[in-house]
């Protein structure tokens, strides 16, 4: 069903708009979210809106602003994470697929969080146009699944390298259940063959 709810009782600057509608499903963890676009196909194609900012501060009962836009191209086999940015620099996310298909992953790394250190993942592709939501004190990472894709994604604050971190996306403590095409090795960046374990890392209070 697509949600037309209110998500705060009687505050306008929450309530979602006449004629949109976004469905907004829980993950395994309750601070990330699953996003499904409503999608008007027809002969010549399709249309949707991918963002919507009434919408989507409707949806999660709260303002939110974006500044910058990232747009990222891999081959199959790459893994690219897990990144994050130490507070007060800490970025949410908000990523689609827009080529081919990938497994997404998001790490809670807020130590007053009761998912500290536990993570989700989830398929995104260019066919089912979902999005997910990943909240500021996450790490985020992605492996490609088809032959090459290619990822957009939102970012709540701006790219700022001196608070950069990397999660090792390998960690056993982790767990990461990555789903590598079958006889394809990982392709990593040199950074990300040097991420750091959990019990290693800086992470947010």
Same mark, same amino acid.
């Given at each position: 069903?697509?949600? %037309?709810?209110v !998500?705060?009782?009687?505050?306008p600057? *929450?309530?979602l708009?006449?004629?949109h509608?976004?469905?907004?499903?829980? !993950?395994?963890?309750?601070?990330?979210?699953?996003?499904e676009?409503?999608?008007?196909?027809?002969? %010549? #194609?399709? *249309?949707?809106?991918?963002?919507n @900012? %009434?919408? *989507?501060?409707?949806?999660?009962?709260?303002?939110?602003?974006?500044? $910058?836009?990232n747009?990222?191209h891999?081959?199959?086999?790459?893994?690219r994470?897990?990144h994050?940015q130490?507070?007060?620099?800490a970025q #949410?996310?908000?990523v689609r697929?827009c080529v081919?298909?990938?497994?997404?992953v998001?790490v809670?790394? /807020?130590r007053?969080?009761? =998912? *500290? &250190? /536990?993570w989700?993942?989830?398929?995104?592709?260019? @066919?089912?146009k %979902? $999005?997910? +939501?990943?909240?500021p &004190?996450f790490?985020?990472?992605f492996?490609?699944?088809?032959?090459?894709?290619?990822?957009?994604?939102? !970012?709540? =604050?701006f790219?700022?390298?001196e608070?950069?971190r990397?999660?090792? +996306?390998? =960690?056993?403590?982790l &767990?990461?259940? +990555?789903p590598?095409?079958?006889?394809?090795?990982?392709?990593?960046?040199e950074?990300?063959? /040097? &991420? !750091?374990?959990? $019990?290693?890392?800086?992470v947010?209070?």
């Open positions: 069903m697509w949600s %037309r709810i !998500t705060r009782e009687g505050n600057a *929450f309530r708009p006449p004629g509608a976004m469905k907004m499903s829980p !993950t395994a963890l309750a601070d990330v979210k699953l996003l676009p409503r999608v008007f196909p027809d002969h %010549r #194609g399709f *249309f949707f809106e991918s963002f @900012e %009434r919408v *989507f501060e409707a949806l999660l009962g709260r303002p939110m602003r974006f500044v $910058q836009d747009h990222s891999s081959r199959r086999g790459v893994v994470g897990l994050y130490l507070a007060p620099r #949410g996310k908000l697929c081919g298909e990938v497994f997404d998001a809670d790394l /807020r007053s969080s009761p =998912d *500290f &250190g /536990r989700v993942g989830v398929h995104l592709s260019a @066919e089912d %979902r $999005q997910l +939501w990943i909240p &004190g790490a985020h990472g492996c490609v699944l088809s032959e090459v894709a290619e990822l957009l994604y939102k !970012t709540t =604050d790219h700022a390298p608070t950069e990397t999660l090792a +996306w390998d =960690d056993p403590e &767990g990461v259940d +990555w590598l095409p079958e006889g394809v090795d990982p392709i990593l960046s950074k990300d063959r /040097r &991420g !750091t374990p959990l $019990q290693e890392a800086e947010y209070g």
